[in-house]
């Protein structure tokens, strides 16, 4: 699907991307200042009234959401709204409608919103989020699905918490990936020795996230020193590995992550010591 859409280019910079650029401003020039609630009020007033008066506008969710008022009247639901706004997917045009439907070309909430609010909530349910996230990011669901999460999480009656789904590590809807010190994190707040789940997994995964920046740096190296450009195979070769550590490293089996980690620093060391003892 994530082809299919690119090759449509439905994301490409439309009036959206001008709108956008006029709610960036618009939060520059709030964050900007040390608004005392006295003229937050003020603006709070000023953006209701000239949002509500606009009738052209390309995506009415992304119009509606963006109001600052929600800033202070519905702190929650701005929130959303921000993690999304921060994220890649605003920056690739993936719009609310993507993940939650709805109808964007109505400005009128219970238009846009449709006859039942559950609609728009369904799709963004715990147990459901694989699913909808996996329309366009296939493989990387096709393989969380086969985790141990995964099967805990349907055993359960599927509406249980206690185990992670994608949003759990991508912060939410910001689509974050995590780092070594973060994924550590995460994990510690399940795999501990108070819950006595796995609590040697924080560890585990924080050094195998470091190998990964590892895996990274010595590619940067060979990239500098023209490695990739004189090989073409070689590059094809070691772009392939990588997407396969993605998709083996959302199936949470952490001694095949470690294995095929090594099986490329093998690759890529190997080459290093080629180019230092011919230089
Ligand atoms: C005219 C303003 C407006 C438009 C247009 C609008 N929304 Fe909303 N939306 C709101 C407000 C306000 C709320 C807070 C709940 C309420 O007042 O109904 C909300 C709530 C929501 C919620 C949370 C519902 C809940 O019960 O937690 C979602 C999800 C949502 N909107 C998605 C969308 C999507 C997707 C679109 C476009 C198809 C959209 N909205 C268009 C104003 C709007
Ligand atoms: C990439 C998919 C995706 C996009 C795009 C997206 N959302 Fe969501 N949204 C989700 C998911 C998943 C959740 C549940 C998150 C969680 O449980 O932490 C959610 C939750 C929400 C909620 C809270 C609903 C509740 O439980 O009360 C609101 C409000 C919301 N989104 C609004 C929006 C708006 C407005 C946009 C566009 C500006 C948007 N979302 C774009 C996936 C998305
Ligand atoms: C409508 C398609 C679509 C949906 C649905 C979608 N995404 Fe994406 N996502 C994209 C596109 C396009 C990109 C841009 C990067 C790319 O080409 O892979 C992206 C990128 C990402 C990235 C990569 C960030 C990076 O820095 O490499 C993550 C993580 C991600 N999405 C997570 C999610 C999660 C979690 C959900 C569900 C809540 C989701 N996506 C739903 C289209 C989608
Ligand atoms: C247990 C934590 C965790 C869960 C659950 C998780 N991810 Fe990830 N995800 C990561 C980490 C860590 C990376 C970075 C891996 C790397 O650099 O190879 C990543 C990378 C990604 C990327 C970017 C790299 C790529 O493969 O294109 C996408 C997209 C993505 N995840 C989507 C998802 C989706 C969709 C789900 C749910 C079906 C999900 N993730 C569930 C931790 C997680
Ligand atoms: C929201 C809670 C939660 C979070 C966060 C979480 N896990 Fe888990 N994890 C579980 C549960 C529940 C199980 C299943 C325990 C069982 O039944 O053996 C599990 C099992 C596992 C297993 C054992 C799989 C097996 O085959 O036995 C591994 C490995 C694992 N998690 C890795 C991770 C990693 C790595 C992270 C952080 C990126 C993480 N988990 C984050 C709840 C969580």
Known sequence: ???????????????????????????????????????????????????ASSEDVANSCIHCHSNPAFRITNKKLYKYFRDWD??????????????????????DKKKA?????????????????????????????KNYKKSKHYMTLTAKGGSSRLTPTCVTCHSSINTSIPKPDDIADICTSCHNPVTENHPEVPEFAGYLIERLSFINYYTRYLISKGVMEKDPQFSKTINEEFSGLSQVWHTLELERIEEKTRQIRTMLLKRRKELDDVE
């Open 1 to 51: 699907m994530l082809e299919k859409l690119k090759a449509q280019k439905r994301y490409s910079k439309d009036r959206w991307y001008q709108m956008r650029t006029a709610h960036e401003l618009k939060r520059k020039f709030l964050s900007s200042s040390f608004i005392i609630t006295a003229i937050a009020f003020f603006f709070v007033t000023f953006f209701t009234v000239t949002t």
């Open 86 to 107: 921060l994220s890649i997917h605003a920056l690739e045009k993936v719009t609310c409608v993507d993940c939650h439907g709805g109808n964007p070309k109505s400005t």
């Open 113 to 141: 919103h449709g006859e039942d609010i559950q609609q728009l909530l369904t799709p963004v349910k715990y147990d459901r989020i694989s699913v909808t996230c996996g329309k366009c990011h296939e493989e990387n669901a």
